[in-house]
DNA sequence: CCTATAGATCGGTGTGAGCA
DNA sequence: TGCTCACACCGATCTATAGG
């Protein structure tokens, strides 16, 4: 038991009154929010076979929020994941605050029955922390997708950025144009080669920004060559017209 | 003793980063 | 593009615990 288990299950206890949710547009969101909620693919393989065994599709507390499955039944759920890793990944499950353990005396997975058939006590894993961090869970998956758009929208306009400023390059090269060249390709070079490791939304955002700069310098620079040459032009024609 | 579980360890494997 | 290396993850196995 650590202080953040412990932590979750005081928020488990405090669920609203009341609340619903539906378990697989829940779990959907739980997939969206995954980097933030620091489980792993595999860790929602397990939780997705968990949810598989909770009886209705609404998970609410006034039908009980406690799962018993035995891990052979949970292993056969979750593809055949071998109990160890399985193991391994309801521990994360935990971890991350997900899931809670509510364990019976001899750690074994059950349910104890009334007389008239309903469980009475259940030990196993409870979903109720997702049930709690419903509203939070939401927010995070809905903050993962619109940063995922963000970045989509980014890194499409640095790749229109990036070609607009190599097609400069190359064709102020080829006219010969004056300019420190050498210079600005180093600087998109280097913009490039801060982008080879795993880019993340500011880091895509700081290439954007510098690549836009080079752009601007680019263009400030050819244009006022061509400004300068129109003057010479205007200049020699002036000469002409005192001859 | 059997069943069920948790946890630790160890060797194998897959994957991504870095480089030529 | 192909190679190497480091790291994370996986599965097998063993030990310990506890109730029936």
């Known amino acids: 038991m ?3 288990m412990l932590a979750s299950q005081q928020l488990a206890e405090e669920i609203e009154p ?12 739980i997939c969206d929010a995954r980097p933030a909620l620091g489980v792993t693919d ?9 949810l598989t065994f909770y009886p209705d599709n609404e998970l609410s507390q006034e039908r009980g929020l406690i799962v018993f499955p035995s891990n052979a039944q949970l292993s056969i759920r979750a593809r055949g994941m071998t109990a ?4 391994r990944h309801l521990a994360v499950l935990v971890d991350a605050g997900l899931i809670l353990r509510k364990d019976s005396a001899n750690a074994k997975r059950y349910a104890r029955r009334d007389r008239a058939g309903d469980v009475a006590e ?3 894993f409870s979903v109720a922390p997702l049930l709690a961090r419903a509203t939070e869970i939401e927010a995070l998956a809905a ?5 995922r758009e963000l970045m989509r929208i980014t890194r499409e306009r640095l790749t229109i950025c990036r070609r607009d400023v190599a097609k400069l390059i190359a064709a102020a090269l080829e006219e010969g144009a004056d300019g420190d060249w050498e210079k600005i390709t180093c600087m998109f070079r280097e913009i490039v ?7 993340g939304l500011s ?3 700081f290439a954007l920004d510098e690549m836009s700069f080079v752009r601007e310098e680019i263009v400030n620079q050819l244009e006022t060559q061509t400004k300068t040459q129109k003057m010479h032009a205007n200049e020699s024609q002036i000469e002409r017209h005192i001859q």
Not at 84 to 87: D, I, Q, V, Y
């Open 2 to 4: 650590t202080l953040g």
């Open 18 to 29: 009341g609340i619903t949710r539906n378990k697989w547009t829940l779990f959907r969101a």
């Open 84 to 87: 160890a890793t399985l193991r």
């Open 122 to 124: 259940a030990f196993g």
């Open 42 to 50: 595999r860790a929602l393989t397990v939780l997705d076979a968990l």
């Open 193 to 199: 080669a801060g982008l080879r490791v795993r880019p």
């Open 143 to 147: 903050q993962a997708v619109a940063d």
């Open 203 to 205: 880091t895509w955002r």
